[in-house]
Structures are given as structure tokens and as C-alpha cells.
């Protein structure tokens, strides 16, 4: 296939929109929360904070961004975000990147429930034991829902009923 230089622009262009997400900018400059659609880890975001208003977007994950390397891999998740929790103490999370699950959590969505389910599994099985890494992990239908181990079980609890009342 010949293609022209403006052709393969456009491509490279609509290829990065893809790869990096939808999302906008407010009229004040500040990012605002991504577009969400159904069955995206955005979308089950939004929906999440708004029955937890201490949850703030912290970043969205890409491919390139992803610390794990399984983001659109074969039976891992295909999009992720980040997120804050105004409750959990800056100073219990000094040192950690600005990603980390401990700064309040993070939602990795996946294509069929099964694929969350062993996920949230495999992620029980690694951190059993080690203080350092637990934290609460919730499922719902492709969503599994990851939240910080700084927060006590009632305010983790809340993330597991906002979970269980996602459409």
C-alpha cells in the first residue's frame, strides 16, 4: 500500500489518541477526568468516586507508563488507573511513586470476569504475608478494584459496596 506522508500523519496520530486515551482540558488548563465509557477502568472510576468522594484520579496507565508490563497483553487488563485517597497520610506513602496502589488504589479492568478474578487472586497469593504489600482487593463482574492497605477496613469497605452498586 502506498501511502502519502499526510496519510501516515493522521494514522500516527489517531494510532497515539488510542494508545493514550481520551481526555480533556477544563477551560482553567487543569486536566479533567477522562472520558469514561462503560467497561474502562476510567469509566468504573468515575462511577467509584462518586460514592467515595476521598478518591481522586491520580493517572491513567498506558502501555509505556505501566510498571507491571501487562496492560493489552494476552488475559491481563486492558486499561488501568490510578487514584488518591485524600484519607491516606502523605507521610505513610513518602518514597513511593506517584502510582503506587498504597497512595489510595488503582482499577484494572480486563476483557471477561474470569481473566479479573484470577488477577485478584494471583495478587492475594503474592502479597499474603508481606505487610508491606497488602492491600484490599475487590472484584466486580471485568474490574478489579485495588485499594490501599493505609486505609482501615471501614473506609476500604467503602470502595467494596461502591463496587458492589456499579451498573
Keep these: 500500500m502506498n501511502r502519502t506522508p499526510a496519510a501516515l500523519l493522521a ?12 481526555g480533556s482540558s477544563k477551560s482553567d488548563g487543569k486536566p479533567s477526568t477522562p472520558r469514561a465509557t462503560a467497561g474502562d477502568a476510567a469509566g468504573t472510576f468515575t462511577a467509584l468516586a462518586a460514592k467515595v468522594p476521598s ?3 491520580g493517572g491513567i496507565v498506558t502501555a509505556d507508563s505501566d510498571p507491571n508490563h501487562l496492560l493489552g497483553r494476552p488475559g491481563q487488563y486492558t486499561s488501568k488507573v490510578t487514584f488518591t485517597d485524600t484519607r491516606v497520610k502523605p507521610g505513610d506513602t513518602d518514597g513511593l511513586d506517584a502510582d503506587d496502589v498504597s497512595r489510595g488504589g488503582a ?26 504489600l ?29 463496587a458492589k452498586n456499579l451498573p
Excluded: N
Aim: net charge negative; proline share 3%; with cysteine.
Design 11 to 22: 494514522a500516527s496520530a489517531a494510532a497515539v489518541l488510542l494508545a493514550t486515551g481520551c
Design 134 to 162: 497488602a492491600e484490599y482487593d475487590y472484584v466486580h463482574d471485568t474490574a478489579v478494584i485495588r485499594v490501599s492497605h493505609y486505609l482501615t477496613p471501614a473506609q476500604a469497605g467503602e470502595y467494596e459496596t461502591a
Design 55 to 57: 478518591a481522586k484520579l
Design 107 to 132: 482499577i484494572e479492568q480486563f476483557a471477561k470476569p474470569d481473566e479479573a478474578a484470577a488477577r485478584a487472586q494471583y495478587i492475594q497469593a503474592v502479597t499474603k504475608g508481606m505487610a508491606a
